[in-house]
T-cell receptor, first 115, second 115 residues
Framework: GNSVTQMEGPVTLSEEAFLTINCTYTATGYPSLFWYVQYPGEGLQLLLKATKADDKGSNKGFEATYRKETTSFHLEKGSVQVSDSAVYFCALRGGTNSGNTPLVFGKGTRLSVIA | GAGVSQSPSNKVTEKGKDVELRCDPISGHTALYWYRQSLGQGLEFLIYFQGNSAPDKSGLPSDRFSAERTGGSVSTLTIQRTQQEDSAVYLC?????????????FGDGTRLSIL
């Protein structure tokens, strides 16, 4: 079945540091890939997505590129801020063109950014 | 508001009682999903609806769990004879359609605590 593996946290960075959170997946066919973020006390929010190979999703300074050859979707940001402190979830959906499928999530990576 | 609305936001109940959790999806979204978020298990898929039908109930953990959706809109997740292991945050999400490239938009969740 489909699965997502992301790096375990917690990750602690200083403000303005470079961020990478690794995410790899296992899926049949051509899944869509997503990053969701959960800020303290809030619900899950879609951060970015990519729906086909070599697509780059970007939002709020975060980027992730859909790499089919390495089955990866690593999240990056060049300069993190304290306000980026949250839990980040990598997720995939689908694998074939048929049917409606739920999201499959990684276990989440907690990021703490200190001033 | 325009987002996914869940109620109640918090629910504390005694073991053995029944509980009902409600989800009001984004207007016009045909697909609706229930997930559960707990410390030990991460984010788990429970059930999804396309319109009023539920093609995939595979994620429901036991026959004490059931869900329905009426009028293609509001959904109710019911847990009968609650157990302490049911304590978790129950998340609802909706998407415009079941297509795999459609992102799912999440509500803030219902935090369920079983005493």
């Amino acid at each position: 079945g489909n699965s997502v593996t992301q790096m375990e946290g917690p990750v602690t960075l200083s403000e303005e540091a470079f961020l990478t959170i690794n995410c790899t997946y296992t899926a049949t066919g051509y899944p869509s890939l997503f990053w969701y973020v959960q800020y303290p006390g809030e619900g899950l929010q879609l951060l970015l997505k990519a729906t086909k190979a070599d697509d780059k999703g970007s939002n709020k300074g975060f980027e992730a590129t859909y790499r089919k050859e390495t089955t990866s979707f690593h999240l990056e940001k060049g300069s993190v801020q304290v306000s980026d402190s949250a839990v980040y979830f990598c997720a995939l959906r689908g694998g074939t063109n048929s049917g409606n499928t739920p999201l499959v999530f990684g276990k989440g990576t907690r990021l703490s950014v200190i001033a | 508001g325009a987002g996914v609305s869940q109620s109640p936001s918090n629910k504390v109940t005694e073991k053995g009682k029944d509980v009902e959790l409600r989800c009001d999806p984004i207007s016009g979204h045909t697909a609706l999903y229930w997930y559960r978020q707990s410390l030990g298990q991460g984010l788990e898929f429970l059930i999804y609806f396309q319109g009023n039908s539920a093609p995939d109930k595979s994620g429901l953990p036991s026959d004490r769990f059931s869900a329905e959706r009426t009028g293609g809109s509001v959904s109710t997740l019911t847990i009968q004879r609650t157990q302490q292991e049911d304590s978790a945050v129950y998340l609802c999400a909706s998407s415009y359609s079941g297509a795999r490239n459609q992102p799912q938009h999440f509500g803030d969740g219902t935090r369920l605590s079983i005493l």
